[in-house]
Nanobody, 124 residues
Framework: QVQLVESGGGLVQAGGSLTLSCAAS????????MAWFRQAPGKEREFVSG????????WYADSAEGRFTISRNNAKNTAYLQMRRLNSEDTAVFYC?????????????????WGQGTQVTVSS
């Protein structure tokens, strides 16, 4: 089992930046990919970005490409999502997820471990 706790959400003005953190605990001795998903009101949960165990391979949704950067520090069992040039469409609950799959999945069903979510609100 892997437990995940997100932090860093909040209220930010359009054009601003925010960095989310995801701390993992439990069975972190085995390799796991990590990802960020988000869910806006009335919409389905969607993949935002993912990173492999080594950190070498990263994936981004089109909406995140060029604005968001995912990273991880395995010594601290923590993943990060740096978000820049935020706009109102980024308003959502952001979830951290972990998967034992070697390749980073983009389907939420491939992630058995989830955090509780952190709210990001972008004011225009």
């Amino acid at each position: 089992q892997v437990q995940l706790v997100e932090s860093g959400g909040g209220l930010v003005q359009a054009g601003g930046s925010l960095t989310l953190s995801c701390a993992a605990s439990g069975r972190t001795d085995r390799n796991y990919a990590m990802a960020w998903f988000r869910q806006a009101p009335g919409k389905e949960r969607e993949f935002v970005s993912g990173i492999s165990w080594s950190g070498i391979n990263t994936w981004y949704a089109d909406s995140a490409e060029g604005r968001f950067t995912i990273s991880r520090n395995n010594a601290k069992n923590t993943a990060y999502l740096q978000m820049r040039r935020l706009n109102s469409e980024d308003t959502a609950v952001f979830y951290c997820a972990a998967s034992r799959k070697t390749l980073v999945p983009t389907d939420s069903e491939d992630y058995p471990y989830w955090g509780q979510g952190t709210q990001v609100t972008v004011s225009s």
